[in-house]
């Protein structure tokens, strides 16, 4: 049996080489590029996020990001979003009181956690929807996060030729959105590439949507 061949998007935002290590563990073969043919023709591709949505979103500009998002998801080709990498697949950030544009995927806006401290890191559970097929067999695990923001309101009627996005929600002060299943698009607000045996499994579920 082949292996999925999975490109992490190298367009300057950190924690890739983690993210690509994770998925080799998870039984992917992996490849670190920004080259349009290889993100394209790729079984499956990771957009990993790490600072601020403002400038992952000019990063992922500077290598037309959400072009080659866009043209992946119009041909059901899986895409996975993590941390930020979740965030500006919404349509709008605000940090500091500036509002920035996201990808627009989903309706939505990402904010700061209303919590009594922030950023909020460490483990913590998830509550995903009885039939997921990211969370099987893990939906009592813990997953590990590092954030300050995160979409806390949310409609669930998509933008793009996509319908019915389904949520996996967790709490921290408030109740925020934790990852999203999707079709082909997929996202977690949490660094499965830092939740040990749980991200790796994670990982491993979700090449088998392939």
């Known amino acids: 049996m082949i292996s999925p061949r999975v490109v992490v998007l190298d367009y300057g935002s950190g924690n890739v080489h983690s993210v690509a ?4 563990v998870a039984g992917a073969r992996v490849e670190l590029t920004r080259d349009r043919d290889a993100v394209l023709n790729a079984d499956g591709l990771i957009v990993p996020g ?3 949505f ?4 000019d990063q992922l500009n500077e290598v037309k990001g959400g072009e080659l998002i866009d043209k992946r998801l119009v041909a059901a080709k899986p895409v996975m979003g993590i941390c930020v990498g979740l965030q500006v697949l919404f349509e709008h950030g605000v ?3 500036i509002e920035t544009d996201g990808l627009g995927q989903w309706r939505g806006t990402v904010e700061l956690l209303d919590a009594p401290l922030v950023p909020h890191i460490g483990w913590n559970t998830v509550t995903p929807p009885a039939d997921s097929r990211l969370f099987e067999s893990i939906a009592d695990e813990r997953f590990y996060f590092v954030h300050s923001y ?3 309101n949310w409609q669930y009627d998509g933008l793009g030729p996509i319908p019915s996005p389904v949520p996996t929600w967790a709490e921290y002060g408030c109740k925020f959105v934790a990852a999203v299943e999707n079709g082909p698009l997929t996202a977690t607000q949490f660094h499965p590439e830092k939740s040990g045996q749980a991200g790796i499994q994670l990982l491993t579920n979700w090449l088998k949507t392939f």
């Open 50 to 52: 790490v600072g601020a």
């Open 150 to 152: 995160g979409v806390q």
């Open 21 to 24: 290590k994770a998925l080799e």
């Open 54 to 57: 403002t400038a992952v979103i």
């Open 95 to 97: 940090e500091h009181g």
